[in-house]
């Protein structure tokens, strides 16, 4: 039976005897960790020859010497291909009382080192070591899904301590709906939050993996359906960081276009919480790309505007070298295309309207402003959609 422990090796002499890639490896772990590597072979391989050139290590020259190779070592590695010299070195250790390890011999060796992975958590590293006796391949593929899994945000690390000053609140924006659309920091920010208030259009499949002691509250909204007002959503997420909690209030696309977010993150600081805004991929121009329409277009398109189609569209640049992308504008689709083309649009614009998109059940529709609302109603074309007028629409490969 061993007993794992950790070493603070910071400033203390380690001595490794042999010049090989096992050597190379553990010395470098040594470095990594502020030790004062002494290494004593005769020849040395290249990643030893690296870390010799940069002046990490100090390098003696020669074979094994005996004992007083070990004086005032806290640590010995021995790795030499030479079972001799490997137990000679050991011996010298365990009669100096320095700890050991024969990175040659897993029956023999006083220490032995397991495998470990780094993992960033939202609370700090993690770092785990996994020891299999006599098989350090089996040790390593542990270690690997441990980590995986840990980094996947799978275990509860929220911490069941008694809750101290106020909680905080995320506002993440979670893209188009799909997991893959998620950034590295919202995955982070889900891990560590004690309630999760989460939006109709946001991604879901990410929440049936998170640990069930973590509170979703759904607030989603289908269109004509509040099922909770905007204020009364503001009301709970203070209410739940006043608490004490983390919350992350995962949105659509990205919380600041047509989101809502910065009411949602004015209410929070109105009450001295403090509020992270994450980024999301916008559906404005995630969802086009998803039907390969890029929203501008050297020599199609300089430039583009985001508009709802809540309310009356605005006066817009009416060339169709200018690209429009319309979001929650379905129920008024047939009004909005006659307003642009009364604004001076030409009727034969192009236009797609994507619906679900990044969604398995994508769909794409395309028309003209003059045919468009009668496809959309022939299709059945629902929420939720973007729509895009202008010529970059061509580019789609549906319209070919
Ligand atoms: C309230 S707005 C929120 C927009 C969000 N903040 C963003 O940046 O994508 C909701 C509208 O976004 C569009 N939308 C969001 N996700 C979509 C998706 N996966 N497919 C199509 N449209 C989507 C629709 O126009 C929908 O009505």
């Given at each position: 039976m061993s007993l794992p422990l950790l070493f603070d090796l910071t400033g203390r002499r380690v001595v490794a005897v042999g010049g090989g890639p096992v050597a190379a490896r553990r010395v470098a772990s040594f470095v990594d960790e502020g030790a004062l590597v002494e290494v004593i072979a005769p020849w040395i391989c290249e990643d030893l020859h690296d870390l010799y050139a940069a002046g990490l290590i100090t390098w003696l020259?020669?074979?094994?010497?005996?004992?007083?190779?070990?004086?005032?070592?806290?640590l010995v590695h021995t790795a030499t291909g030479e079972p001799t010299v490997d137990t000679a070195v050991r011996e010298a250790a365990q009669a100096a009382r320095i700890w050991s390890i024969d990175a040659t011999c897993a029956d023999r060796t006083d220490v032995s080192v397991p495998a470990r992975r780094a993992v960033a958590t939202p609370d700090g590293t993690v770092t785990l070591a996994v020891s299999a006796t006599g098989d350090p391949r089996l040790a390593v593929a542990v270690a690997e899904a441990f980590a995986a899994t840990v980094g996947r945000g799978e275990?509860?690390?929220?911490?069941?301590r008694a809750r101290t000053g106020p909680g905080w609140v995320a506002l993440v924006g979670?893209?188009?709906?799909?997991?893959?659309?998620?950034t590295a920091r919202a995955l982070e920010l889900l891990r560590a939050a004690d309630v999760i208030v989460v939006d109709?259009?946001?991604?879901?499949?990410i929440l049936d993996r998170l640990p069930s002691t973590v509170r979703v509250v759904d607030v989603g909204k289908a269109p004509g359906h509040h099922s909770l007002s905007q204020g009364e959503i503001n009301d709970l997420l203070v209410a739940e960081a006043l608490a004490g909690r983390g919350v992350v209030r995962l949105k659509g696309g990205d919380p600041y276009v047509l989101g809502r977010g910065g009411e949602e993150r004015i209410a929070c600081q109105a009450h001295g919480i403090p509020v992270e805004v994450v980024p999301g991929v916008t559906s404005a121009i995630a969802v086009p790309a998803a039907a390969g329409i890029p929203v501008t277009h050297r020599g199609l398109a300089r430039a583009f505007t985001v508009v709802t189609g809540h309310d009356d569209l605005p006066?817009?640049?009416?060339?169709?070298?200018h690209t429009l992308v319309l979001l929650m504008a379905v129920s008024t689709l047939r009004q909005s295309m006659a307003t642009l083309v009364a604004h001076g649009?030409?009727?034969h614009c192009p236009v797609a309207i994507i619906e679900r998109?990044?969604?398995?059940?994508q769909r794409v529709t395309l028309g003209t402003l003059a045919d468009i609302a009668d496809l959309a109603v022939a299709r059945g074309v629902e929420n939720p959609a973007v729509i895009v007028v202008g010529d970059v629409v061509t580019l789609s490969p549906h319209a070919s």
């Open positions: 020259d020669r074979d094994w010497a005996g004992p007083r190779d070990l004086h005032g070592a806290w275990v509860d690390l929220r911490r069941h979670g893209g188009p709906g799909a997991d893959a659309l998620l109709r259009l946001a991604p879901r499949s006066a817009l640049p009416p060339g169709s070298d649009r030409e009727p998109g990044w969604l398995p059940d």
